[in-house]
């Protein structure tokens, strides 16, 4: 019976062998079959056109190891874009290109850009995203086991509404607005006399077609993309009062789970389509090429360019949330954007 006993052991002993090298195989890289990249807008749009460009990127740089599909709308998260850092974090959602403005409810230090009025022009959105205040983010979103690669951009958000030409704060006095984010938003558009309500960009569409809001704020290529003159918005203002830009991330344990050489590749690829991304989504919109406003204007649509004076009355009736909302998002680190933007 010792032998016997003996031999029992000994097969068992084997058995934990197996299985102990099954688990040391699994240690090594176990790639998934496919990984799930959000976005907001799809491929009508220079956003959803950079996640198909990354994805594409990523397998070619990866000979195929890596393949990703994509989810827009944001899908992932039932279309409430504020909740898509969360599912990063959680890991329903593996990789995304996020606009600051979407994930701000959870990091505060990502309201910097939606401070009105920061940001006179494209310059002083790259000197952000591109120096020490992006190194500075980047590092927020670290701690929060999101690894960020690169920056992207959805652009320079302009006012649009269905009731008549905006060019003072008093234009907008009892106007429903659609917004987006963070309270900042409502804070703002309430400063200005408007009516702001939230709403995921999923909801915004109907919204504006039945008229249950008069107007919204987005990039051009947004309000082209999404034909928001076809649904009654035929007044635009250029006010520039805050830009977003994107955001490449990916889930911190599937990060690790990659080799450091296709990590690196994973980069590289958000690197390239990141840039090619800032490119697209300023095509016919910034500099003099202005495409873009030639197309909304041949719909019809009633184009306001602010005088300095006119920009003037929006800054200032804005101040007391910059204010408030720059101790929120920590004043050292608004003090570095504003200095910055002050040297470009
Ligand atoms: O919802 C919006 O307004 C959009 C599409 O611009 C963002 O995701 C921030």
Not at 97 to 122: A, H, R, V
Request: hydrophobic share 40%; glycine share 8%; with cysteine.
């Amino acid at each position: 019976p010792a032998r016997r006993r003996l031999a029992v052991l000994s097969l068992a002993a084997g058995a934990l062998c197996v299985l102990g090298s099954g688990l040391a195989q699994a240690q090594t890289p176990a790639y998934r079959a496919e990984y799930r990249l959000s976005t907001t807008l799809g491929t009508a749009f220079p956003w959803g056109q950079a996640g198909e460009r990354w994805i594409e990127l990523v397998k070619e740089k990866t000979q195929g190891r890596i393949n990703i599909k994509l989810y827009s709308g944001n899908s992932l998260v039932g279309g409430d874009q504020t909740r898509e850092f969360t599912a990063i974090r959680q890991g329903v959602i593996d990789m995304s290109i996020g606009s600051t403005i979407n994930w701000s409810p959870q990091i505060k230090e990502l309201n910097l850009f939606s401070l009105p009025f920061l940001m006179p022009d494209y310059k002083a959105m790259d000197v952000l995203t591109q120096g020490e205040v992006g190194k500075e983010l980047f590092a927020v979103l670290e701690k929060r086991d999101v690894i960020p690669l690169a920056w992207g951009e959805n652009g320079f958000r302009e006012l649009s509404n269905s009731k008549r030409p905006v060019a003072t704060p008093a234009d907008l006095k009892g106007m429903k607005f659609r917004v987006v984010g963070s309270p900042l938003y409502n804070e703002t558009f309430t400063a200005l006399g408007a009516n702001p309500t939230q709403m995921s960009w999923a909801d915004a569409q109907p919204a504006l077609a039945s008229g249950a809001v008069d107007g919204q704020e987005n990039p051009l290529s947004v309000f082209v993309g999404a034909k928001l003159p076809t649904v009654g918005q035929k007044h635009l203002t250029l006010w520039h009062y805050v830009a977003d830009p994107l955001i490449f991330v990916v889930n911190k344990n599937v990060w690790n789970s990659w080799t450091p050489a296709d990590r690196e590749a994973v980069k590289q690829a958000a690197l390239q389509a990141g840039r090619e991304n800032v490119e697209k989504a300023r095509k016919g919109i910034a500099g003099t090429d202005n495409a873009v406003l030639k197309q909304i204007e041949a719909a019809g649509v009633t184009v306001t360019r602010l005088t300095p004076e006119q920009r003037a009355a929006f800054v200032q009736a804005t101040r007391p949330v910059y204010d408030k909302w720059s101790r929120q998002i920590g004043a050292d680190l608004v003090k570095k954007a504003e200095a910055a933007i002050a040297r470009r």
